[in-house]
């Protein structure tokens, strides 16, 4: 099956700083891979996505990169805020589209 | 995107007990799912929920300790059964609305003592 891993495991920025979360992936089959803030309490929010026939998305201070020849995806976040502290997962499903698998997490600290 | 209401958002049981954990969807899907996190870790899936039939399970989880009901197209519960220590995670629920987005509600921690 697929296995998605993820690094860092903690990021701390400073305020103002762009941050940059990084995925691999195993299943060249996988064609779609979503990107999930965690705040604490709280269930995981889809932020960005990007499905493999586009090599880059852009929303606002949010990004996300796929380069499906080395088998990576990354997040970047510009001009971080403190309100961005949480921790991101990526993920990565096949076209079966029911099965999702997760990276084991960034916890992202913005130091104000 | 969807408004997925998971009850309860949190409770502390005894061991050798159960909790039903209720999702209530805001509009009807087809797959409904259910996670567990860890303190700490990320999201394994527990099973896959359709409605009229029998759960999908993934490997590691059983229908005896971890039972599902899908009585409609908007409603899903998970029951975790003789409940342990171990068992104290956050329980998700999520949907997929047919376009391969998963979305997820605020989760259910459970503390066993």
């Known amino acids: 099956g697929e296995n998605v891993e993820q690094h860092p495991s903690t990021l701390s920025v400073q305020e103002g700083d762009s941050a940059v979360i990084k995925c691999t992936y195993s299943d060249s089959a996988s064609n779609y891979f979503p990107w999930y803030k965690q705040e604490l309490g709280k269930g995981p929010q889809l932020i960005i996505d990007?499905?493999?026939?586009?090599g880059e998305k852009k929303d606002q201070r949010i990004a996300v990169t796929l380069n499906k020849t080395a088998k990576h995806f990354s997040l970047h976040i510009t001009e971080t805020q403190p309100e961005d502290s949480a921790v991101y997962f990526c993920a990565a499903s096949t076209p079966r589209g029911n099965q999702f698998y997760f990276g084991t997490g960034t916890s992202l600290t913005v130091i104000p | 995107s969807a408004v997925i209401s998971q009850k309860p958002s949190r409770d502390i049981c005894q061991r050798g007990t159960s909790l039903t954990i209720q999702c209530q969807v805001d509009s009807q899907v087809t797959m409904m799912f259910w996670y567990r996190q860890q303190p700490g870790q990320s999201l394994t899936l527990i099973a896959t929920a359709n409605q009229g039939s029998e759960a999908t399970y993934e490997s590691g989880f059983v229908i005896d300790k971890f039972p599902i009901s899908r009585p409609n197209l908007t409603f899903s519960t998970l029951t975790v059964s003789n409940l342990s220590p171990e068992d104290s995670s956050i329980y998700l629920c999520?949907?997929?609305?047919?376009?391969?987005?998963?979305?997820f509600g605020q989760g259910t921690r459970l503390t066993v003592v």
């Open positions: 999520s949907v997929d609305r047919g376009i391969g987005e998963a979305f």
């Open positions: 990007i499905r493999s026939n586009v």
